[in-house]
């Protein structure tokens, strides 16, 4: 048997990984601003994320929720201090994909209506229902049902305001668009989405999975606005690599034994990861940090030559270029050994670990720089 063929994939194998750094097979070392898809959140391999995955499989590594399991409980505790949601709910799973699911599925439950309101460019998941919300046909087989989900252009308050009414069972929005391109959602346009919500009896979800867990230099990035979502999904940086993904409730939502379910999610090594996170994240203030450092990259790219727009908050960074980004993405890896994302054609897609320093920052503005400034007179 061989694998599955649907990665394109770099002649790259990564066998160490340290901070915001990971070496190959051969030796060679990165300099990693792209942390799996803004998974890695607190540096790889950090030593208390370590220490704390160690103690607990020593343990007991996993049991199914049929039975008490205390330290699902210290992860929403914690979770709910540092986030600043105290008063919601936890519903624990895997993944990105299953808290949108599990958001979309927990809407329908709420208020019994099925229509959705998704946006342009938007990115939720590849389950059935995650992926009828995310505007990509490619990828929602014939076997998905989509006829049920109206988008609509993103940030537009004006179409929003044209398609809300009685039959709308949700509003689902990314507070940051990452595969769509670091396009910010504006606090104007969330707003009113609250706002809409609120006279329509439908629900707001916020798709917080890639732009959650601090990287905007907020806990949450819809925390920079004053809006309260009704759901908020999250995971990548949850577990800093180790599969975990969760749904933040609201207590207007009341629970039924059997209504949501899962094998895996919140098993104990995925908790103790969870919990890793969230301790490394108060101790070393990687929000705070996220905000500084991800200041001071955008503010230094920008004016560069071949760069059009700087988009993001903190440390989820998009460099639109004149020019298709691929021949930097790739110069900046094989040439200058530096990971990099891309969001579209012209958008590099910067997702580094929340403790990056602004001396590791500087080893991408030089790299970066010799780059875009001979692309520009042609060299």
Not at 286 to 306: F, H, I, R, S, W
Not at 336 to 347: C, D, E, L
Request: proline share 4%; charged share 20%.
């Amino acid at each position: 048997m061989d694998l599955f063929n649907v990665y394109p994939l770099y002649d790259i194998e990564p066998v160490k990984a340290q901070g915001s750094y990971v070496w190959d097979a051969t030796g060679q070392k990165y300099l990693d601003l792209y942390g799996g898809h803004a998974v890695i959140s607190i540096g790889h391999t950090h030593p208390h994320y370590v220490q704390k995955l160690t103690e607990q499989l020593n343990k007991i590594g996993f049991y199914s929720n049929s039975v008490q399991i205390p330290i699902q409980t210290e992860l929403a505790e914690k979770l709910g201090k540092l986030s600043g949601y105290e008063d919601y709910h936890l519903f624990l799973i895997n993944s990105g994909a299953e808290a949108n699911e599990n958001a979309l599925k927990l809407a329908s439950f709420y208020n019994g209506r099925k229509k959705i309101i998704a946006f342009k460019k938007s990115f939720h998941g590849r389950t059935a229902g995650a992926v009828a919300a995310t505007d990509n046909p490619a990828i929602a087989a014939p076997i998905n049902p989509t006829d049920h989900v109206h988008f609509i252009p993103f940030n537009d308050i004006e179409a929003l305001e044209n398609v809300m009414n009685e039959e709308v069972c949700a509003i689902i929005v990314e507070g940051i668009q990452g595969v769509g391109g670091i396009n910010v959602t504006s606090g104007e346009f969330l707003q009113k989405a609250r706002e809409l919500c609120d006279k329509f009896g439908s629900v707001l979800i916020v798709d917080s999975v890639q732009c959650g867990y601090g990287r905007s230099g907020k806990f949450f990035s819809h925390q920079h606005y004053d809006v309260q979502p009704d759901l908020i999904t999250t995971a990548k940086g949850m577990g800093n690599g180790f599969p975990i993904g969760g749904l933040l409730i609201h207590p207007k939502f009341k629970a039924i034994h059997g209504m949501l379910g899962t094998t895996f999610g919140g098993n104990h090594l995925a908790c103790a990861a969870g919990i890793a996170v969230l301790d490394v994240m108060k101790q070393e203030n990687l929000v705070e940090n996220a905000a500084v450092v991800g200041n001071y990259l955008m503010d230094n790219v920008k004016g560069l030559p071949g760069v059009k727009e700087v988009r993001g908050r903190g440390l989820m960074i998009g460099i639109e270029t004149e020019e298709p980004v691929e021949v930097v993405r790739k110069k900046l890896l094989f040439e200058h050994h530096i990971f990099t994302g891309y969001a579209g054609k012209h958008t590099l897609r910067l997702l580094p670990s929340l403790a990056l320093t602004k001396t590791e920052v500087d080893i991408f503005l030089e790299a970066f720089s010799k780059i875009v400034k001979a692309e520009n007179v042609g060299v």
